[in-house]
């Protein structure tokens, strides 16, 4: 079973990330994996009501592409698990955004993971957009993608789980660690 980082710690991945064929296409509803799968929001969406009732709400995750309106799937925030971002390649940051939307805007309190070409460099910044739960590339190193939360112990800027610094000075947090 595959592992991922999620709430800090390397736990077993007991997803299956569900992606196109080659040729672009998706296998049916009933041909999906047994047990909990993540699914493109296309599919999510033309195939909604089939998943919810074929597999149950707990089973049923969506992950966004960086070209995706998180928007789309705000209705749906109470019959899915969890919502993947897709990062394609390491330069492509829009899902910085996606996640920030999400948590901000949106208001999801869910699981929120990063997927696709995730390496270490990223997981303080992913952090700092409100996710929390990353599945690395496979080459990676998850004992040493852990020790990324720990790499600066203050941070001058907002973010979805801190304040800015003259916010915290105000209220007397200054010194104390960022999380």
Partial sequence: MASIIKNRAIVNDDWTLVRQAE???LPPVNELPAGKVLVPLAFWQAE?????????VAEIGV?????SEPAD?????????LIGVDFPV???GRGYSIGRLLRERYGYKGELRAIGDVL??????????GFDAYALREDKDFDDALKAFDEFSFNYQGAVNSSPLFR????GELGKVSA
């Fill in 23 to 25: 040729d672009g296409s």
């Fill in 48 to 56: 909604r009501d089939a998943l919810s009732a074929s597999r149950g």
């Fill in 63 to 67: 992950w966004l592409a960086p070209d």
């Fill in 73 to 81: 799937i705000v209705a749906d925030f109470d019959r899915i698990a």
């Fill in 90 to 92: 390491f330069r492509d």
């Fill in 120 to 129: 270490r460099d990223q997981i303080t910044f992913m952090f700092r957009c």
């Fill in 168 to 171: 915290r000075r105000e209220a």
